[in-house]
Nanobody, 126 residues
Framework: HVQLVESGGGSVQAGGSLRLSCVVSGLTSSSNCMGWFRQAPGKEREGVAAISTGLGSTDYADSVKGRFTISRESAKNTVYLQMNNLKPEDTAMYYC????????????????????WGQGTQVTVS
């Protein structure tokens, strides 16, 4: 049974920072793609950042490049999303997602690549 549990969301003023965490359990893949997505009210869910656990390579949406950093700590089975210089338009529910295998880099920000999803954590920037 695969489980993803996010934490770290909250309310912050514009320009501030937050770090989201996603603890993964039950995933048997030796390497796979992990991603962070977000969904604002009235909008479709969009890919924000992704990381290949095997290669360590990362991908970002243009809207967050230079501000957000995805990383992982394998010993803790945890993926992080460090978010700096937050803007009101970053306000959304943020979801952690896990694919069952690696994915080509041009696919890593697409929902259809991912099999497992967390319950989400709310980020509000004012």
């Amino acid at each position: 049974h695969v489980q993803l549990v996010e934490s770290g969301g909250g309310s912050v003023q514009a320009g501030g920072s937050l770090r989201l965490s996603c603890v993964v359990s039950g995933l048997t893949s030796s390497s796979n793609c992990m991603g962070w997505f977000r969904q604002a009210p009235g909008k479709e869910r969009e890919g924000v950042a992704a990381i290949s656990t095997g290669l360590g390579s990362t991908d970002y949406a243009d809207s967050v490049k230079g501000r957000f950093t995805i990383s992982r700590e394998s010993a803790k089975n945890t993926v992080y999303l460090q978010m700096n210089n937050l803007k009101p338009e970053d306000t959304a529910m943020y979801y952690c997602a896990a694919a069952s295998a690696e994915a080509r880099w041009w696919l890593r920000l697409l929902e259809r690549v991912y099999t497992y999803w967390g319950q989400g954590t709310q980020v509000t920037v004012s």
